[in-house]
C-alpha cells in the first residue's frame, strides 16, 4: 500500500446530489451502489464526518444493507487510512479524522443494523489502561486509535489504573486480550500485577495479556509472562491480530 | 557585547502572558489532591469538581515572592551554580530508562555502573556544572529507584544535582539523603545541593503526585524546577505560540501553589516542551521547532524576571551519529544565546529514553562552543590590529607575538581531542565516535571519588533501610 496515493481513484465524481436518481439507476442494473460505496472509503479517508453521515444516510434511504455499507464501504475506508498511517504517508490529525468520520457514519447505520440483527462482528475485544501510578498515556491512545479503526472493540479504563480494575472490566465485557501500558521503571511493576491478578482470577490463559511503553523489553514481557509485548501502536494492531487467531483456534479446539 | 537571540517581542510576551492568565481563569487548572485544594481555598480560589479558577492577582503576588535568583552549591558548600539573570549552565539529562552500549550499540536497560560512568565524565568535564540522577538503575530495587539513583550520584560527585522523584512518596528519602548530605536540614534549606525537577500533566494539570511534592519542596526549602511539557499538537495547541501559551499558564498556576505553600521558596521557570511527532506521536526533542520551543518558554520567564531551565542538547536519534551530532549542537547554541539558566538533555538520545556517555563528551564539546559563542567578539588593549601591526610590519610573524601567546586561549576554545582538527598523517584517520569512546576510557581512569566520613555513610545507609522497609523492598546499599 505505500507509496500510494493518500487518495483512492473514485472513477467518475459521485454527486450526492443525484441520490433521487440512485433508485431508478440501480433498477436499470447500473453500479452507482459501487460507486456509493466509493464515495463512502473517500469520506473515510479525507475525514469528512458530514460527508460520511450523510452518504449513510443516503444508503439506508435507498435500501443498501447498512453491513454491507460498512463492511464495502466506510470500513474500506478505514483500512486504507490505517495502512496509510503505518508507512508515513497519513498523519495523525488525519488519522483521528479518519476515525471521526467511521464514528459518525456506523453511529447512523447502527440502529438499522440492529434491527437487522446483522451487527459488525468486532475483530476482538480490547481492555487498555496505563499501569497503577503511571500517568503516560500517549502511547496508549495511540494503540488505541489504531487498534479500533481496525476493528477492534476497545475499552480505554485511562491512566494509572489498579488491578483490580483491569479485572473487573475484563470479566465484565468477557474480553479477549487486556493491553498494560507503563512508561516508567516503577510503575512496569505495575503491569506483572494486573498479569497476576488475571491468573488469580482465572482469566487466562483463554484472556490475552500484551504490554508495551518505553521501557519495556522482550527480556520483562517473558519474565512477567505476558502474551507479547510491541515496540509501537502499528506491532500492536500485528500483535493483537496474531493473538485473535490464537483466541478463535483454542476456542474451537476446546469445543 | 553579548550575542542573544530573541524570538518573542515584548509585545507578544504581554499577549502570551495575558492569555496564560485567562487561560487559569477558564478552563481553569486540574488539581489532583485534597490538601492542593484547601492550599488552594484558604487563598479565596474557586475549586469545583477538581478544577481551580486562578485569578491573576493571585497569581502575580505569588510570583513576587519568588525568588529572582538563587544559587546551587556543591559538597563543599561552594556556590557552584547561579541560577538567575544570563547566566547559562549544563548538566546531563536525566533519568533515561536505557544506555547505548558503545560495544553492540545496543539500547539496553541502564545499570548502576552506567550511572557511574555517566558521574564520573560529568565529574571531570567543567562543561558541567551539575550533575544529573541520568538514568534509572535497573538492578535496583525499581521501588526506591530514585533514592536509589540520588544516592548513587551522592557518592560519586562534589557537583550540584539536577534530580527528580518518581512518586510523591519517594521525596521525603531524598530530602533527608540530600540533608544528611548537607549536615542538616538546615544547611540544606540555606545552601541547597539539588534542585528538583517536577512536572505538571499537560493540558493545565497539576496531578496528585505533582503537586504534592511541588508543596513538599516548598516547605522544605529544597529548590524546585517546574518542567512543563505541552506537547504541540498532541497534549497542546498546535501552534508555537499556543503551547508557549499553555506552558506560561501551567507554570504560572505551580508557582502559585508553590509560593502559597513556601513563600520565598527557591522555584524556576522550567520546561521540557516539544512538538507531537504527527507520524509517531513522539516528543521528537531534537527538532528545531522543539528548540524554539524552549527558547521561546525561558523568554517568558525572564520577561518575568525568573530562574529559567529547558530541555535542549538531546536527539531523537538511537545511535551518536550525525544527526544526534547535528541537533544536540544546534540546541545548545540557541540555548546558550537565549541565556537559560540550566540547560538539561546533554547525553539522550531517542527522545529521552536512552543515554549514552559516549554522546556526552561529544555534547560536551557542543556546549563548549556554544560558550565560546556567547563571550561574543571581544575587545583586548588598546588597539584593535594596529598596535601588532606596529610590531610585525608586513612580515606576518603573529606567532611570534606575545599576545599571541597571551591571548589565544582566550580568544579560541581548544577541544579536546574528540574533535579531529589533525592533519591526515601515517595512522589512519577515526570518527567521532571512536575517539569519543577513546575519551571517556581516559576521564574514567582519570576519575578519583570523593572519600565520606562514616557517620555520613552511616546516616545514607539508615536512610535507604528506612526507605527500602516503607517500600517493601530488600535495601541495597552499594554503588561502588
Ligand atoms: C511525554 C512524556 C511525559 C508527559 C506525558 C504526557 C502524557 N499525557 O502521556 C509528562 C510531562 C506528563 C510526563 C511526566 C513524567 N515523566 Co515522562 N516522558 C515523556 C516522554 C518524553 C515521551 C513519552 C511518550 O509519550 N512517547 C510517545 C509515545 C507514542 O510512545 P510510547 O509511550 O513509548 O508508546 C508506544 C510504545 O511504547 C507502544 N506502547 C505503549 N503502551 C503500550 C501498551 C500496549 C498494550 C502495547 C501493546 C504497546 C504499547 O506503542 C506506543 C505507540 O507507538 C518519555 C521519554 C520517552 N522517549 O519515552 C518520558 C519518560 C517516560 N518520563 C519520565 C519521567 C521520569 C516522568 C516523571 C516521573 C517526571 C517527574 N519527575 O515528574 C513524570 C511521571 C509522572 C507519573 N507518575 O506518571 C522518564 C521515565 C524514567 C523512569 N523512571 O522510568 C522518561 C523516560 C523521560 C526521562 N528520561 O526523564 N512525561
Redesign the interface.
Known amino acids: 500500500m505505500c507509496g500510494g496515493s493518500r487518495f483512492l481513484d473514485v472513477g467518475p465524481e459521485y454527486n450526492p446530489g443525484l441520490v433521487s436518481l440512485i433508485p431508478r439507476l440501480i433498477c436499470a442494473g447500473g453500479s452507482l451502489s459501487g460507486q456509493l460505496f466509493q464515495a463512502m472509503r473517500q469520506s473515510i479517508i479525507d475525514g469528512a464526518s458530514d460527508t460520511a453521515a450523510e452518504l449513510a444516510q443516503q444508503a439506508l434511504a435507498i435500501g443498501v444493507d447498512p453491513l454491507e455499507a460498512v463492511n464495502q464501504g466506510f470500513a474500506a475506508g478505514i483500512t486504507f487510512a490505517g495502512d496509510q ?1 503505518g508507512c ?1 504517508q497519513m ?3 488525519d488519522l483521528l479524522a479518519s476515525a471521526e468520520a467511521m464514528k459518525a457514519a456506523i453511529n447512523i447505520l447502527e440502529p438499522e443494523m440492529l434491527k437487522r440483527g446483522s451487527q459488525r462482528e468486532a475483530l476482538g475485544k480490547i481492555i487498555l489502561g496505563t499501569a497503577r ?1 503511571d ?1 503516560h498515556d ?2 496508549k ?2 494503540v488505541a486509535t489504531i487498534l479500533s479503526a481496525s476493528g477492534f472493540q476497545i475499552f480505554d479504563l485511562g491512566t494509572s489504573v489498579t488491578p483490580e480494575e483491569f479485572v473487573a472490566k475484563a470479566k465484565e465485557v468477557d474480553a479477549d486480550i487486556v493491553g498494560i501500558s507503563a512508561l ?3 510503575t ?2 505495575g503491569q506483572k500485577a494486573v498479569i497476576e491478578a488475571l491468573d488469580r482470577n482465572g482469566l487466562r490463559p483463554r484472556v490475552k495479556a500484551i504490554i508495551g511503553g ?2 519495556v ?1 522482550q527480556k520483562w514481557a517473558a519474565e512477567i509472562g505476558a502474551d507479547g509485548y510491541s515496540r ?2 502499528i506491532d500492536a494492531l500485528e500483535l493483537a491480530k496474531n493473538l485473535m487467531s490464537k483466541v478463535m483456534n483454542k476456542g474451537t479446539a476446546q469445543a | 557585547m553579548r550575542p542573544r537571540i530573541q524570538l518573542l517581542t515584548p509585545e507578544l510576551i504581554g499577549r502570551i502572558l495575558c492569555e496564560a492568565f485567562e487561560l487559569l481563569m477558564s478552563p481553569g487548572v486540574r488539581v489532583g489532591s485534597a490538601p492542593v485544594v484547601e492550599l488552594l481555598r484558604s487563598a479565596g480560589v474557586e475549586v469545583n469538581d477538581g478544577v481551580a479558577r486562578v485569578p491573576e492577582q493571585l497569581v502575580r503576588n505569588c510570583m513576587a515572592s519568588a525568588p529572582r535568583d538563587f544559587n546551587l552549591y556543591n559538597r563543599s558548600g561552594e556556590k557552584a551554580v547561579h541560577y538567575g539573570g544570563d547566566d547559562v549552565h549544563f548538566d546531563p539529562g536525566s533519568c533515561c530508562v536505557q544506555m547505548l552500549d558503545p560495544d553492540t550499540l545496543e539500547a539496553r536497560p541502564s545499570e548502576t555502573r552506567d550511572l557511574v560512568r555517566l558521574i564520573q565524565v560529568t565529574e571531570s568535564l567543567p562543561q558541567f556544572a551539575a550533575q544529573s540522577t541520568a538514568v534509572v538503575c535497573n538492578d535496583a530495587p525499581s521501588a526506591i529507584g530514585d533514592l536509589y539513583r540520588l544516592l548513587v550520584v551522592l557518592q560519586h560527585s562534589h557537583k550540584p544535582v539536577v534530580t527528580g522523584s518518581f512518586s510523591a512518596a519517594g521525596l521525603q528519602g531524598m530530602i533527608d539523603l540530600l540533608a544528611a548530605d548537607s549536615g542538616s536540614q538546615d544547611n540544606l534549606r540555606k545552601k541547597p545541593r539539588a534542585v528538583f525537577d517536577v512536572c505538571p500533566s499537560p493540558p493545565l494539570n497539576w496531578s496528585e503526585f505533582g503537586s504534592h511534592n511541588l508543596l513538599e519542596l516548598a516547605r522544605a526549602g529544597v529548590p524546585a524546577e517546574i518542567v512543563s511539557m505541552p506537547l504541540a499538537g498532541g497534549t497542546a495547541p498546535v501552534t508555537l505560540v499556543g503551547s508557549v501559551t499553555q506552558h506560561a499558564a501551567e507554570v504560572l498556576a505551580g508557582i502559585t501553589l508553590h509560593q502559597l505553600a513556601g513563600p520565598g521558596s527557591p522555584v524556576v521557570w522550567g520546561g521540557a516542551p516539544a512538538i507531537f511527532d504527527m507520524r509517531t506521536g513522539g516528543a521528537p526533542m531534537g527538532a528545531v521547532e522543539t528548540a524554539m520551543l524552549n527558547m521561546a518558554c525561558a523568554e517568558v520567564g525572564k520577561h518575568l524576571g525568573l530562574p529559567t531551565h529547558g530541555y535542549l542538547v538531546a536527539t531523537d536519534s538511537k545511535f551518536v551519529d550525525a544527526q544526534a551530532g547535528a541537533e544536540s549542537a544546534r540546541s545548545a547554541m540557541l540555548g546558550a544565546l537565549t541565556g537559560i539558566n540550566m540547560i538539561s538533555g546533554a547525553g539522550m538520545l531517542e527522545s529521552l529514553a536512552c543515554h549514552s556517555v559516549e554522546k556526552l563528551v561529544i555534547d560536551a564539546e557542543s556546549i563548549a562552543s556554544a560558550y565560546r559563542l556567547v563571550r561574543g567578539v571581544e575587545t583586548r588593549g588598546a588597539t584593535l590590529a594596529t598596535a601588532m601591526f606596529a610590531q610585525t610590519g608586513l612580515s606576518g610573524e603573529f606567532l611570534k607575538l606575545k599576545e599571541t601567546r597571551a591571548h589565544f586561549r582566550q580568544e579560541q576554545h581548544l577541544p579536546s581531542p574528540v574533535i579531529d582538527r589533525s592533519a591526515r598523517g601515517s595512522e589512519p584517520p577515526s570518527d567521532a565516535f571512536t575517539r569519543a569512546r577513546a575519551r571517556v576510557n581516559e576521564l574514567v581512569s582519570q576519575y578519583q571519588k570523593p572519600s565520606f566520613p562514616e557517620d555520613v555513610l552511616r546516616k545514607y545507609q539508615s536512610i535507604v533501610e528506612r526507605e527500602a522497609d516503607r517500600a517493601g523492598v530488600a535495601s541495597a546499599l552499594s554503588g561502588d
Open positions: 498511517f508515513g498523519f495523525l490529525p501510578g500517568i500517549i502511547g491512545n495511540l516508567l521503571t516503577t512496569m511493576a518505553a521501557a523489553t509501537n501502536a
